[in-house]
């Protein structure tokens, strides 16, 4: 089966850093049928938000303008990771973070885990 779990969430301070990662089972990183590997996020009360992707054919990448130049996402095929280091984080930035495989067929989600930027 596919799964997706993610961990590195935690409270930190505004300018800290994190780096949250999302391990994959039941499938590889390089299979034909995997379009894309994302990272959103979602506040309470707010909208699912699209914070960034990385290619799964290719290492092209994108981020969401409010994180761009502080977030970058990264993957290690060998160990089917995908990472997302945050730097300069706000309180802003404070959501559930989920991990997001888009397949030929279909997405599959991970369970999330709490960032929280506060003093």
């Known amino acids: 089966q596919v799964q997706l779990v993610e961990s590195g969430g935690g409270l930190v301070q505004p300018g800290g850093s994190l780096r949250l990662s999302c391990t994959a089972s039941?499938?590889?990183?390089?299979?034909?049928?995997?379009?894309?590997l994302n990272w959103f996020r979602q506040a309470p009360g707010k909208g699912r938000e699209l914070v960034s992707g990385i290619s799964s054919a290719g290492a092209s990448t994108n981020y969401a303008d409010s994180v761009k130049g502080r977030f970058t996402i990264s993957r290690d095929n060998t160990k089917n990771t995908v990472f997302l280091q945050m730097n300069s984080l706000k309180p802003e930035d404070t959501a559930v973070y989920y991990c997001?495989?888009?397949?030929?067929?279909?997405?599959?989600w991970g369970q999330g885990t709490q960032v929280t930027v506060s003093s």
């Open positions: 039941g499938f590889t990183f390089t299979t034909h049928s995997l379009n894309r």
């Open positions: 997001n495989a888009v397949f030929r067929w279909g997405g599959v």
